[in-house]
């Protein structure tokens, strides 16, 4: 396959979701909800290859482009399933899902009620045996030792973003939750900058 052909076929997919797609993650009889879609640069693959891909994202104006995006790219689809919404309210009835993506999304958290309560939210839409994927900023390593603690688990990074950060206890939460990792989370420094956390989950309970 050529690069043009690649590049229409993925679009600007997240390098950690392709790896779950290589990998033979998701399947074409799965739900699929991406919390905080903004313009729908993960959701192209799935509508070039057919799979019922949903969406939600507070910014209007970016849901109006990933409607017409999809669309585009699959005249038959259902424009509804790209909703304005938030995801500590997700429009969507309990354990309708399969499976829910989330990428660089949660870390805009406004403290830790509001990330836990858009967790629980992910956790609600999920069906049993449901898998989810999220990538955000994390504390693992030492980059908070070069961050500001702003308080509620916010901190302003070295890159001068302010963020939530998920730190080690946070992992204990989600499987109190009822999260069970598939793969052991991982993560990247990316030098003086910021830390993004990589996590797979099967809802268990």
């Not at 790209?82 to 309990?94: E, K, L, R, S, T």
Request: overall charge negative; glycine content about 10%; charged content about 25%.
């Amino acid at each position: 396959m050529e690069i043009d052909e690649l590049n229409r076929l993925l679009g600007n997919v997240d390098n950690y979701l392709l790896d779950q797609l290589l990998k033979g993650r998701f399947t074409k009889d799965m739900k699929i909800l991406d919390v905080g879609c903004g313009e729908g640069r993960n959701a192209i693959y799935f509508l070039q290859k057919n799979y019922p891909i949903f969406g939600i994202d507070p910014n209007e104006v970016a849901i109006q482009y990933c409607r017409y995006l999809a669309k585009s790219i699959q005249p038959e689809t259902d424009i509804h399933r790209f909703q304005v919404g938030d995801g500590a309210a997700i429009p969507f009835h309990a354990a309708a899902f399969d499976a829910v993506i989330s990428s660089a999304v949660l870390h805009f958290a406004e403290g830790h009620a509001h990330f836990w309560k858009m967790i629980s939210e992910i956790h609600r839409v999920l069906k049993p045996g449901g898998i989810f994927w999220m990538r955000m900023c994390t504390g693992f390593g030492n980059i908070l030792e070069e961050s500001q603690d702003l308080g509620e688990g916010r901190y302003a990074l070295p890159d001068g973003s302010e963020r939530y950060v998920l730190l080690p206890e946070g992992l204990q939460q989600l499987e109190k939750m009822g999260f069970q990792f598939l793969e052991a989370p991982k993560t990247v420094l990316v030098y003086g900058q910021r830390e993004m956390g990589v996590f797979l989950m099967e809802k268990k309970f």
